[in-house]
């Protein structure tokens, strides 16, 4: 049986309440076609009430969303959604604006959450979030717009493609293309158009450098797109096609590994390094929360790690890890939080080098306020200090003591980190 790609391609030039953009249904017109000229009679797009109008109102996604939902594909099939827009956070929640999208009633803005459900509601065995949003004034905070979607996409086992990282901002360019494109999918569909693989490990990297060279050439801001894989062996998966690609080529796995307490810029140093190094971003985290909703308790992650740490080795998460790692020969991993977890990942069959990324306490907290996170659970000071020690008991703080460990203290501005971590990061990876 022939393999269906399902797609629903948005764009929303025009708001009632939000800054008007140029071209975000241009946006998702490329997308739309050049996945036609690559797929052919396998791509099903669902059309949506009111495109290819720049208009879309909340209630016209919805309707896309619970269609996509009931679709009944199969674990060959593929489904994606690509939006261009405006994206933000509001208590830990990330949300995509449509045209009639009302600063005081989030409940006309679409959470990503909605996206990933109906993604995995469809039945379609490879779910593809693609999202071109974050623009400039989009009148809320979204200096950590995608966070929260990448976190939600890696437990429920979706694969999203950011236009950029939090903190940036997706731009468009007026001389990109015909009439003007977003930077992000015309780099995009350049690369789809190109004919070569399609894993996300290799749309990363290829998009990545065609977006930097772009926004250098056009003197635009810094835009460094990412991707979140889940489950991780996908990382190797060509979405047009469905097949595997091996990208071992004998020189031997090699990874970075980077430890430390919460909000000391883990996950943002992991994404940037593994877009920078062609590796694969891997989150321990992930790994302990599929164990954790596995067991269906209703205690808190952090008693539930405890409780199977007194019944299990204190290597477990680690070794979950390693069970999982696809066909590649590059990781980043993040997150260990037991000297138990280091050494078996030490011990594994490649030179495993490891940074330890710590700020102070006062600092780490103030992060934590600004992120998606204080939304959910809103620990105070004290809460926060109480799950940090926490934490530093399970062997966070004895990693940290550790002389073979490189220290790198991420007090500043995120460049500043990323320079320090690079010599370690080239001679892991090279």
């Keep these: ?128 979030l693609v999202v071109d949003a974050c623009r400039r004034n989009a009148g809320r905070t ?36 015909a009439t003007g494109q977003g930077v992000f999918t015309y780099a995009l569909a350049e690369v789809l158009r ?13 998009v990545s450098r065609r977006v930097a060279e772009i926004c250098l050439t056009n003197k635009l ?16 998966l060509d979405l047009m096609s469905g097949r595997f690609v091996s990208f071992l080529t004998g020189r031997g796995r090699r990874c970075l590994v980077i430890a430390g307490p919460s909000n000391a810029g883990k996950t943002v140093l992991g994404q940037h390094l593994a877009t920078r190094h062609e590796a694969i971003h891997m989150e321990m985290s992930m790994f302990a ?12 992650l952090q008693d539930f790690m405890e409780h199977l740490w007194s ?5 477990v998460i680690a070794k979950d890890l390693m069970a ?24 594994y069959d490649w030179g495993c080098s490891v940074v330890y990324v710590y700020a102070g306490t006062n600092t780490r907290y103030e992060r934590y306020v600004k992120s998606q996170e204080s939304g959910r659970f809103r620990l105070d000071y004290g809460e926060f200090v109480q799950k940090d020690l926490r934490e530093m008991a399970w062997g966070l703080a004895a990693m940290g003591c550790d002389r073979s460990i490189n220290l790198v203290i991420n007090e500043g501005v995120l460049e500043e980190l990323f320079n320090a971590v690079t010599p370690y990061a080239q001679a892991a990876l090279r």
């Excluded at 979607?149 to 293309?177: D, H, K, M, N, Y």
């Excluded at 693989?197 to 290829?206: F, G, I, R, V, Y």
């Excluded at 019944?311 to 290597?315: E, N």
């Design 1 to 128: 049986m022939t393999r269906q790609f399902t797609l629903i391609s948005i764009g929303i030039n025009e708001y009632d309440e939000f800054t008007t953009l140029g071209y975000a249904n241009n946006d998702s017109a490329l997308v739309a076609s050049t996945l036609s000229e690559r797929l052919g009679n396998s791509l099903k797009r669902l059309e949506i009430p009111g495109t290819p109008t720049t208009r879309l109102e909340h209630q016209s996604v919805r309707a896309a969303l619970t269609t996509l939902g009931k679709c009944h594909l199969k674990p060959d099939d593929a489904a994606m959604l690509f939006f261009a827009g405006h994206g933000y956070t509001f208590e830990g929640r990330d949300y995509l604006v449509c045209s009639d999208t009302r600063r005081a009633d989030h409940h006309t803005a679409i959470p990503t959450d909605e996206i990933i459900a109906a993604l995995n509601s469809s039945g379609a065995g490879t779910s593809v």
């Design 142 to 177: 979204s200096d950590v717009f995608g966070s929260q979607t990448a976190e939600l996409a890696r437990r429920q086992g979706v694969i999203v493609l950011f236009g950029c990282s939090p903190g940036e901002i997706c731009q468009e360019l007026p001389g990109l293309g």
């Design 194 to 206: 190109a004919g070569g693989p399609t894993t996300p490990l290799s749309l990363d990297s290829a």
């Design 221 to 236: 801001d810094r835009q460094q797109p990412y991707t979140a894989v889940a489950p991780i062996q996908k990382a190797a």
């Design 289 to 300: 929360w599929k164990r954790f909703q596995a067991n269906k308790t209703n205690t808190s």
């Design 311 to 315: 019944q299990q080795p204190r290597d």
């Design 324 to 347: 999982d790692l696809p066909n590649v020969e590059k990781f980043v991993i993040c997150g260990p939080r037991t000297p138990e977890e280091l050494r078996a990942l030490r011990a």
